[in-house]
């Protein structure tokens, strides 16, 4: 259906959200383990979606998010959140995120939110 990245630095939760993804026969086109990795990625696969852990090595979520809507105003992307911090959450949505996703994950709810944010 739609090609998605995968931001998270636990390789845990980013074999959940590949199995969850599957059963919404999404394709998941790249996997960052941190924050550099996750801007460099995201560049060069375009996703059309990208799931973004907030707290992450050698770049947060929040500075992630900064640099690739700086570049790409128009991109897609969902956080992934174990905090529920916010101030940082809404900081996030003020400067393009679509949504939130709580983790622990809700297998339903994140089908929900992927397809509604790729609407």
Request: aromatic share 4%; glycine share 4%; proline share 3%.
């Amino acid at each position: 259906m739609s090609n998605i990245m995968i931001a998270d630095d636990s390789d845990a939760v980013r074999l959940v959200l590949k199995d969850i993804l599957a059963i919404g026969t999404h394709t998941v086109v790249a996997e960052a383990r941190d924050g550099e990795e996750a801007v460099d990625l995201f560049f060069q696969t375009s996703p059309e979606l990208l799931l973004l852990d907030l707290a992450m090595p050698k770049k947060d979520g929040l500075t992630v998010l900064k640099e690739i809507i700086e570049k790409n105003p128009s991109a897609k992307v969902v956080l992934i959140t174990a905090s529920d911090d916010q101030k940082i959450i809404n900081q996030c949505l003020q400067i393009g995120a679509l949504s939130y996703i709580s983790k622990p994950f809700d297998f339903t709810n994140v089908l929900k939110q992927i397809n509604d944010s790729l609407k």
